[in-house]
């Protein structure tokens, strides 16, 4: 049986990558950009739930938590085609807003 697989994504490279790893996992599996299944769920192999929850509305989230100092590309990414996808209690981004300026020591300050 299959476990469930959590991504978490930091930074703005990880959450680049993370929102193409999404987009590409809902292509595969048959899931709109809103999270709603655009193919039948008859499919046994197709496991969904490895990468993603059903929601009570049954439209699928992903199993991913957002995480950036510097709200530009998290906020590309809930103002795209994808912005209902995402469970918005999982984003979090700082509140000053201005990132670490690529400073290892700031950031590292800014998360303690």
Known sequence: MP????AIQFGQCGNQIGDAFWR???AEHGIASNGEPIQSDLDAKDLKRV???QADDERY?????LVDLEPRVINGIITSDYRTLYNMENIFMSKSGGGAGNNFASGYKQGR
């Open 51 to 53: 990468f993603f929850y």
């Open 3 to 6: 476990s469930e697989i959590i």
């Open 61 to 65: 989230v992903p199993r991913a938590v």
């Open 24 to 26: 590409a996992l809902c």
